[in-house]
């Protein structure tokens, strides 16, 4: 169970293109979605923390016009790179925890990641 | 404000060796702690959790955490590797309310040979 599906896995844009990546948890439903961003042999970076019918958390330094988050549904939250640029090049990795009754122990599902690359 | 320290990048080790993997942590609050393992190009997986209770965790496929309080520590370990068990582990923290945000350490790739 908990399972999460990213897509796409890969994409290779040209510069100046707004690119799109699905997050969705599969079998569960996640109130709450994170996005994060990870760069070669470092460590994942929170970009936002996604709330179902809500607007995104922002971490202090992401820009939230560069990085559209939805979260439509329980079940999808979508990051959009808008106008990409070699620099926003890197491995993008969504997030989503099970949402238990309230509970709120629950770790979060991972999704395997989109690599963006910008020529 | 949390903060995690892996202080090893890289940990080369024999296959059916012992292994430890450290991580230290820094929080004035109660946290839980968790160890996730990434294999290339793929996504986190999680691999043990520190919520409350037994401070000695254990995953499935042998690994095993111990959370020292004294210590703020939460090292990863296992007593016999395999080559598959090679792979980037990151230790990382939440606080126990609000969104639990995950703060990661930087990660350490253990590197299994035969």
């Known amino acids: 169970g908990a399972v999460v599906s990213q897509h796409p896995s890969r994409v290779i844009c040209k510069s100046g293109t707004s690119v799109k990546i699905e997050c969705r948890s599969l079998d569960f439903q996640a109130t709450t979605m994170f996005w994060y961003r990870q760069f070669p042999k470092q460590s994942l970076m929170l970009m936002a923390t996604s709330n179902e019918g809500s607007k995104a958390t922002y971490e202090q330094g992401v820009e939230k016009d560069k990085f559209l988050i939805n979260h439509a549904s329980l079940t999808l939250s979508t990051l959009t790179v808008t106008s990409a640029h070699p620099e926003d090049s890197s491995f993008y990795i969504c997030?989503?925890?099970?949402?238990?009754?309230?509970?709120?122990?629950?770790?979060?599902?991972f999704g395997d990641g989109t690599r963006l690359s910008i020529l | 404000a949390q903060s995690v320290t892996q202080l090893d990048s890289q940990v080369p080790v024999f296959e059916e060796a012992p292994v430890e993997l450290r991580c230290n942590y820094s929080s004035s609050v109660s946290v839980y702690l968790f160890w996730y393992v990434q294999y290339p190009n793929q996504g986190l997986q999680l691999l043990l959790k520190y919520l409350s209770g037994s401070t000695l965790v254990e995953s499935i496929n042998g690994f095993e955490a111990e959370f020292n309080k004294s210590q703020t520590s939460f090292h990863l370990r296992k007593p016999s590797v395999h080559i598959s068990d090679t792979a980037e582990y990151f230790c990382a923290v939440s606080l126990n309310t609000g969104f639990q945000k995950l703060v990661f350490g930087t990660g350490t790739r253990l590197l299994v040979s035969p």
């Open positions: 997030s989503a925890r099970v949402e238990t009754g309230g509970t709120g122990n629950q770790p979060q599902h």
